[in-house]
């Protein structure tokens, strides 16, 4: 199976460090986060990448471009007819990475419409440039091979922002729980396609919306429940968050050696 990696967005929210690069190469324990999710896919077995670039996309062709002489030794022999000697093998050497510009402002839908071509399976991954996790992925797939729908997406009950009180007549607190889990479940990413999604996206449509509201009509949608690790990278909080996991040793993610 194919993987599809979002990664145009502006980043926005998270301004303090996509200004000068994508979301998706923001560092987390000194490698970008689009490495984290690679790696992720790779441990079980993905390693056929289509990423789907957009803002500062050179900088993500420029990664991959440079990537085997960043992490091998090598010889050069310099002058007219140049050539490059790697000398071993890195831990990536087996994957393969096409990087697609799917434009600056597209929306989630477009990019995926626009990667059409690269698909030649039937059924492929797709998922966020900005979330990390720890999902069962062979449990994911295989749920979505049984149901025979048209798509599956990982859904998750993220903890709520604030602590919360229950509160008697008189002021007096009954009860405190620290950020609790909600009772709603939420779109993690980590999704599941058959290839009859492409004909959800005509036109430059928001997946989220349009696409993925046509699927539940359609009896075509299905949710994958993860009860484990979520982490997505939207604001400059939650990037603080995740390096400090990382620091700290607490990578729930890392499932890869």
Not at 45 to 54: T, Y
Not at 150 to 162: I, L
Not at 203 to 211: A, F, K, S, Y
Request: aromatic share 12%; net charge negative.
């Amino acid at each position: 199976m194919k993987a599809v990696i979002l990664a145009g967005g502006l980043g926005t929210r998270l301004r303090e460090e996509t200004e000068y690069r994508p979301k998706p190469m923001v560092e987390i324990g000194g490698k970008p986060i689009l490495w984290h999710i690679m790696k992720f896919y790779s441990h079980y077995g993905i390693r056929d990448f289509i990423i789907c670039a957009g803002y500062r996309g050179n900088d993500i062709k420029e990664y991959f471009l440079n990537y085997d002489a960043f992490n091998n030794d090598f010889t050069i022999n310099l002058g007219g007819g140049s050539a490059i000697e790697f000398h071993g093998e890195h831990l990536e050497s087996r994957w393969r990475v096409t990087i697609v510009d799917t434009g600056l402002e597209t929306n989630t839908g477009g990019r995926v419409k626009q990667i059409e071509r690269f698909i030649d399976e039937d059924d492929f991954l797709v998922t966020y440039g900005d979330g990390l996790a720890d999902v069962n992925l062979p449990s994911l797939v295989r749920m979505h091979r049984t149901h025979g729908r048209v798509a599956t997406v990982t859904t998750v009950q993220p903890t709520t922002r604030f602590g919360i009180l229950e509160v008697a007549d008189d002021g007096t607190v009954l009860s405190f729980r620290e950020k609790p889990r909600g009772d709603d479940w939420v779109s993690a990413g980590f999704f599941v396609f058959n290839r009859r999604i492409f004909d959800y996206l005509q036109g430059d449509l928001i997946l989220e919306q349009e696409p993925l509201q046509r699927l539940t009509k359609d009896g075509e949608l299905m949710a994958y429940r993860h009860h484990g690790f979520w982490q997505p990278m939207d604001t400059y909080r939650e990037f603080l968050l995740l390096q400090d996991l990382w620091n700290r040793g607490e990578r729930p993610w890392k499932v890869w050696p």
